[in-house]
Every structure is written in structure tokens, then in C-alpha cells.
């Protein structure tokens, strides 16, 4: 029987708000930070809200050379150009950026090359902006909601995007936030998929650890854009892939993580539990933290892997967290469906015990 989760997420939304560079709400959460590359991406806001120019240079030729990484195993510049726009995207108290603050950021970023004409780091900072600029006036909602006057606009900052970027080309082939940026304007632009897959591929082939380069290809293949169920699933195969001698089966959960909350990903056949499953283990063996557990957790709720549920509740004990799961309904089922003794067994009714809120399917 199926279960009534409220998936809180869909694929081109989500994936979307990832393209531009748009925290998430968690983000303002006090200690939310503490991954490795998150903390190389606090670092890098506290830099640039400081207008510490100089340290930013050295900074990105530091993570530039020999593609350096984090102890996660991630591309340090990923991280370090998600630290200069989580100084302008992360708005606690008002997520919507007006047009004046826009362009105090974009005013920031010149400062910044003006103070080193020569910063890659400020020149690929300036092109992401202008992308990022287009999809805030374009918006992330479906083509049919997308005004005339904010199609025009987008396309014309997209293409002002593309135009930054061609002239870093050359220091470029060899940059994979330069390829992310070239296939973020390729995903905006509606590219042939030879086109797109090809810088994809030299992506790959210059970082594959630079994941972002990832996350736009799952969002070009999507359905909702230029591609289909199947070539979403094909991509998240190559991404892991490409990954696994570092990360092992990390993206392949991480993907499913981010394109999926629903117990018809397992019944379809769309993700493979054993291997997901997997994945979390290899992506708390990188580094452990209670946000991965909690959605591990949840993952095996949905599963119906009881053992697995069980298990990850104890070693959770007081760091298991209701904020961290994408519902009540699931939280409170998850819960109560570990309790039952019988594997097979399964709670027709259930109440939250920190809340008190009762649910029937």
C-alpha cells in the first residue's frame, strides 16, 4: 500500500534553485555549517562581506592548483564560489533580493577585479553573477509562467554571461568552474544535447569532483527541460561513475537525494535501495553529520528496510531532528513504523510523541 508522503520537492525546481546558487532557508541555521566545504564556503563569504580582496586571490589560486580538494572529497573551488554567492543569496529575513541589492553585489564583485585586474576569481565571480541575475528575473517557475518582458531579460543577461565566459576561454579549458559556468548558459540557452554533452564530458574529464558540473547535467536531461526519466537515471549512473574512486557510491545517493523524496523512486525501479543505501554509508564514511543520518534514516523508512530504519534511529539517539525530514507525516510514521516488532508490520494510525499530532494514512 502506498503511503501518502507530501514529496517536498520537484526535479526542475529544486534543481533549478541549485543552478542559481540559491540557499536554501537551512542555510541561515545557526552551526548549519560543518561539512568541510561548507566551511571552506564560510570562509570565503566572511572574505568577501570583509572586501579582503587579496586574500579571496590567494584563496583561488590556491584551491586552482593541482584541482585541490577538501577532506570531503570535493572540488575546493566548488565550495569557494558557492562561499561568494552565499554572500549575496543567503537572506534570512528576506529571501527575495530587490534590484538595488543585486546590483550592490554586482558593484561588490567589480570592486573586487578592479582591485585585481588580473582575478580569474573575479572574472568567473562577475559571469556567474550575470547568469545568476538572468535567472532571478526569468524566475523558476514552468516556461509557461515566464512573461515576455522577463524572457527577454533573461536571455539577454544570459547571453551577456556567455559572453564573460568566452573570453576566459582560454585560461578556462582547464578550470571546471569555468566548464559549470559554460553549462549553466548551455542550460538557459536550450543547447543541442551534443553541445551540452560535450562540454560535459571535457567537464568531467578536467574535474569530475567539481560537482555542480553534475547537478546541471541531471537538470538538462530532466523531462521538465530537454531530456526524459531515463536519460535523468543514465546521468546520475555517469556521475557516480565518474566520482567513485574518490567518493564511492556518494553521488549516487546524493542525486536520488536531491531529485527524489518518495517511496515510488524504490517501487519503480527509478533507484536502487542497495545501492543507495550504500552511498550513504561511503558519504558518512567522508564525514559523518546529523543531516545526512537523519535523511538516511528516512531513506530506509521509505524503503522499508526496518533493520536499516532501526539502526540509524539508535546511532542518532538525541541528534534525531523532525526539522531535518521533509514532513511531519513522515517523521511521525518513520517513528512509529520502527517501533513495531514484525518486519512486515506497518502503522495504520500514529502520533508524533514530541508533538502530540495524530495521522492515518
Same mark, same amino acid.
Given at each position: ?5 507530501? =514529496? ?12 542559481? =546558487? ?18 571552506? =564556503? ?16 590567494? +584563496?583561488? $589560486? ?33 529571501? @527575495? ?67 564573460? +565566459?568566452?573570453? !576566459? ?46 547537478? $546541471? ?35 549516487? $545517493? ?33 564525514? =559523518? ?8 534514516? +528516512? ?6 528496510? @526496518? ?8 546511532? !542518532? ?5 523532525? @526539522? ?14 520502527? @517501533? ?22
Amino acid at each position: 500500500m502506498k503511503l501518502n508522503w507530501q =514529496s517536498s520537492t520537484t526535479v526542475s525546481a529544486l534543481l533549478l534553485a541549485l543552478i542559481s =546558487s540559491i540557499n536554501t532557508a537551512s542555510a541561515c541555521t545557526k552551526n548549519n555549517h560543518i561539512r568541510p566545504a561548507e566551511i571552506v =564556503s564560510d570562509e570565503v563569504h566572511k572574505l568577501m562581506k570583509e572586501k579582503n580582496y587579496k586574500k579571496l586571490d590567494e +584563496l583561488y $589560486t590556491k584551491y586552482s592548483k593541482k584541482m585541490a580538494k577538501t577532506p570531503d572529497g570535493v572540488s575546493a573551488l566548488s565550495p569557494f564560489f558557492s562561499g561568494i554567492a552565499q554572500t549575496f543569496n543567503v537572506a534570512c529575513t528576506n529571501p @527575495k533580493r530587490s534590484d538595488e541589492e543585486w546590483l550592490a553585489h554586482q558593484a561588490s564583485l567589480s570592486a573586487w577585479l578592479e582591485s585585481s585586474p588580473t582575478s580569474m576569481g573575479a572574472k568567473l565571480a562577475l559571469a556567474f553573477f550575470a547568469a545568476d541575475y538572468a535567472w532571478y528575473a526569468r524566475g523558476s517557475g514552468y516556461s509557461s509562467t515566464v512573461s515576455d518582458a522577463s524572457q527577454k531579460i533573461f536571455e539577454q543577461r544570459m547571453a551577456s554571461a556567455k559572453r564573460q +565566459l568566452d573570453k !576566459l576561454a582560454g585560461p578556462g579549458k582547464n578550470n571546471p568552474a569555468w566548464y559549470e559556468g559554460m553549462l549553466t548558459v548551455g542550460l538557459a540557452q536550450g543547447w543541442a544535447p551534443a553541445k551540452f554533452d560535450a562540454m560535459y564530458n571535457k567537464a568531467a574529464k578536467v574535474d569530475p569532483y567539481y560537482l555542480d558540473i553534475h547537478y $546541471t547535467n541531471i537538470a538538462f536531461h530532466d523531462a521538465k527541460w530537454y531530456g526524459s526519466d531515463q536519460e535523468v537515471l543514465s546521468a546520475i549512473n555517469r556521475a557516480a561513475q565518474l566520482t567513485k574512486a574518490r567518493l564511492g557510491d556518494t553521488m549516487y $545517493t546524493r542525486l536520488h537525494w536531491t531529485i527524489a523524496q518518495s517511496p515510488d523512486m524504490f517501487e519503480t525501479g527509478g533507484a536502487n535501495w542497495t545501492r543507495m543505501k550504500a552511498g550513504f554509508e561511503d558519504y558518512l564514511r567522508l564525514y =559523518s553529520d546529523t543531516r545526512t543520518r537523519n535523511n538516511y534514516a +528516512l531513506y530506509a523508512c521509505m524503503a522499508e528496510d @526496518k533493520p536499516t530504519l532501526r539502526e540509524q534511529l539508535a546511532l !542518532l539517539g538525541n541528534d534525531l531532528d523532525p @526539522k531535518k525530514w521533509s514532513n511531519d507525516y513522515q517523521y511521525a510514521y518513520c517513528t512509529a513504523y520502527a @517501533k513495531l516488532s514484525g518486519l512486515d508490520q506497518k502503522p495504520a494510525c500514529f502520533t508524533r510523541a514530541d508533538t502530540g499530532a495524530y495521522f492515518c494514512k
